[in-house]
């Protein structure tokens, strides 16, 4: 590789996530100064890892699921 450069494979060992990840992260753009050469990415010793911005705190798990409905109260 160029010398100040990374490979996808290392920054994945250097920043403890998956390639994919670090794909994913390129393609988006949310690497700054990585370069894509061909089918490889490049990028720099000194690119800071993103923060994740990925929702792990289950916000909006079952958001789907509606409460059940209150059947309306007869006048009497």
Known sequence: MIDGYLTIRETAERWGISKRRVQILCSE?????????????????????PIDRRITTGQYKNWRKKPPEKEPEALD
């Open 29 to 49: 753009g949310r690497i700054e100064g990585a370069t894509r050469f061909g089918n490889e990415w490049a990028i720099p010793k000194s690119a800071l890892k």
